[in-house]
């Protein structure tokens, strides 16, 4: 059994201690979290859901996963003037948007308004971030065409199984999953997407027809085989947008006037610009639809067209658990279908299931992060609220939806005061498929591939490399292995690479701690040696702790302390390797101590039955201290005496032999 103090003695030697605490270096201060001999009271099953559902219950509970309730009573007139005219400018960016994004997924146009308003009403019940809207951006829709393959049941069936799984991840509480995607490895991952969804959306500007493949090197091999089937009025058009777009991006950064006092007029051109800024993708879309329906109307058809968009809201109802054979439609341009019932098409979408939730995740905290001004986020509940938001999607048609960083700025910047604006986005995204969806076929596909590339092209995370160069170099290296996984490899291997490379590193650094070194001695002179490791002790670690420790503990004969206040945890491997380290000092009659170790590891060390010295504090270090330099001496004494009494007996016998031999 350890020599371990009971709490009682504990508080009463560490009023003692005051004075030793001068003359002895190193880590003093422990929480004494709990006894570790007090026996627990034992749990059943029944009482652990007793008390589940009587937390669900719970005004506090309600309060936490419905917002709502909370920010409702004081909504003010100021509010809903303020979520008014939010929605309504960030309605005019997500309409253009959603259309664009449809092209990306490999979608018909349709699907990207589908699902652009359920998300929105979901968001106001459950969502607690005001700026976050929820719709089609651009890395959910390349992961929906990276899985679905265009095939507009695959995309909806995966909307309804990962929103199932999000929900579910909620309940179980495994948000926590998105800290081990670090920041490097979603700075790689996101310029990657950026780069390959440019690249999907270059075949409409330029006109070219065949942009097969799954990886960003094939998309670009078979493009450039087709590049004479280009179409010169479309390259122009496409190009002039993407120009017009970012520089009407930066119009609406222009300050009007002095910084101090402006007058009224400045304030109205300032306003003026940032609408232009904001509303860009409408205006332009607007603009070239107007020019585009006059030279068809004159039997001038210079560009390709969006084409036939279907009027009115989609059916409501679940989402296709199976799939029908269906030949090529091609009014919508739906490529044809085969017949997969639901297991064909669970096997069909594989990896999808667990990483597009993934993303997701990381998408919607990104956006909540930034608008959060120091404020903790519940990411529980934002992936509660992402997952409800994507089931009720799949009812309506709708492919995936996250929460957009760009679309969120500009409902940030239009003064939005509650989550309510997103109400008036779906109000809007519901009267133009109403009332607008015959105008859509004349929008340029030209337009709409510019406003994607206007968009991602400033997704790219160049910025971060001087940083990380600055900082820490080797993060360069998940950084740039995400990037260049997710543009050689398809993405879904690609991000998977690139997490496991991280892990490696995370497990590297575990399994190399730092041990710091210091000869010490107490106000009595008594020398010791001692080692500090800086982390817990488990499996990937504790065999090179101990190589450490019988490093430097073979050099002198002086006791060993380990100070343990840094040692959190441990685990079986460690016990079975502390055991064999105790052994080894035994054998060689060194002393090793154990400091300030955690009860919680010390009920793992008394599970082998190890038997060790452990203190508390300096006082019982020091009493320990004394007695091995007793023991030792004793043992000295011994020795010497014992070596004392066999030479006396050797010559005695020798004397006694030499006179009975005269």
């Known amino acids: 059994m350890s020599s371990v103090e009971t709490a009682e003695e504990f508080k009463t030697r560490s009023q003692i201690d005051q004075p030793t605490e001068t003359h002895l270096n190193g880590s003093k201060e422990f929480i004494l979290i709990t006894d570790h001999k007090t026996s627990k009271k034992g749990c059943n099953v029944s009482d652990f859901l007793k008390s589940g559902v009587k937390n669900i219950f719970r005004k506090k509970t309600l309060y936490k996963r419905f917002p709502i309730l909370t920010w409702l009573p004081r909504y003010t007139r100021s509010d809903a003037i303020g979520d008014l005219i939010a929605g309504i400018t960030v309605g005019l960016t997500v ?16 699907f990207g308004l589908y699902g652009a308003f ?18 089609s951006t651009a890395i959910a829709s390349l992961m929906v065409f990276q899985f679905a393959k265009g095939v507009w049941q695959l995309a909806v069936f995966l909307t309804f199984l990962t929103g199932v799984i999000e929900i579910l991840m909620a309940l179980f509480r495994l948000s926590f999953i998105i800290e081990f995607v670090s920041g490097p490895v979603s700075a ?10 440019s690249t999907s959306q270059i075949k409409n500007i330029l006109g070219v027809k065949n942009a097969s493949g799954n990886t960003f090197l094939q998309r670009w091999i078979s493009m450039i085989k087709d590049i004479h089937s280009i179409r010169v009025a479309d390259s122009i058009l496409g190009c002039s947008c993407v120009a017009i777009l970012i520089v009407m991006r930066y119009v609406g950064r222009i300050k009007v006037g002095p910084k101090s006092n402006p007058k009224w007029h400045h304030k109205v051109a300032t306003k003026l610009f940032w ?10 879309v607007i603009v070239c639809a107007a020019v585009c329906m006059y030279l068809e109307r004159e039997g001038k058809s210079y560009f390709r067209l969006t084409g036939f968009v279907p009027p009115g809201l989609p059916d409501f109802g679940p989402p296709p658990f199976y799939m029908e054979g269906t030949p090529a ?23 999808g299931l667990l990483i597009v939730p993934l993303v997701a995740l990381l998408e919607n905290i990104a956006v909540c992060k930034a608008f959060a001004k120091g404020q903790p986020i519940d990411t529980t509940q934002e992936l509660l609220t992402i997952g409800i938001a994507n089931v009720a999607n799949s009812f309506v048609q709708g492919y995936r939806a996250n929460g957009g960083l760009a679309r969120s700025a500009v409902n940030n910047a239009s003064g939005v005061r509650t989550p309510l604006g997103n109400l008036y986005i779906g109000l809007i995204v519901i009267f133009a498929l109403l009332f607008l969806a015959e105008f859509f076929y004349y929008i340029p596909q030209a337009v709409l591939a ?28 998940p950084c740039f292995v995400a990037f260049i996984a997710c543009l050689v490899l398809p993405l879904e291997i690609g991000i998977l690479v690139a997490i496991g490379v991280n892990l490696l590193f995370i497990l590297y650094h575990s399994a190399r701690p730092k041990v710091r070194l210091e000869t010490l001695e107490t106000q009595d002179g008594i020398k010791f040696l001692q080692l500090t490791p800086d982390r817990c002790l ?43 380290l105790i052994d080894d000092f035994k054998k060689r009659n060194q002393t090793i101590i154990f400091y300030n170790l955690k009860p919680n590891v010390v009920q793992i060390f008394e599970g082998l039955n190890i038997n060790f010295t452990l203190c508390y504090n300096t006082y019982a270090l020091t009493q320990a201290l004394r007695e091995s330099e007793s023991d030792a001496a004793i043992k000295g004494a011994l020795e010497s005496n ?13 004397s006694a032999i030499t006179v009975e031999a005269s």
């Open 95 to 110: 309409i253009p948007q959603g259309l664009a994004y449809s092209g990306v997924a490999g979608l018909p146009t349709q």
């Open 118 to 135: 359920m998300g929105c009403f979901v968001y106001v019940l459950l969502g607690t971030c005001k700026d976050s809207t929820i719709g």
């Open 188 to 197: 790689g991952f996101t310029s990657a997407v950026a780069l390959i969804i």
């Open 275 to 284: 609408f232009l800024g904001v509303s860009r993708n409408a205006i332009l």
């Open 329 to 351: 439609n091609t009014t919508t341009g739906e490529p044809p279908v085969e017949a997969k019932n639901f297991f064909d098409m669970v096997s069909e979408l594989g990896f």
């Open 450 to 477: 510019a406003i994607i590339i206007s968009a991602v092209i400033f997704q790219l995370q160049y910025h971060v490399i001087l940083p990380m160069w600055r900082s820490k170099r080797i993060d360069l290296i």
């Open 538 to 580: 488990i499996f990937p670690s504790v065999e090179f702790v101990r190589n450490l420790v019988l490093k430097f503990g073979n050099k002198t004969t002086l006791p060993v302390v380990i100070d343990c206040t840094y040692i959190y945890g441990a685990d079986y491997t460690a016990a079975k390797v502390i055991s064999s």
């Open 642 to 654: 014992l070596e004392t009494g066999v030479k006396s007996s050797s010559e005695t016998l020798n």
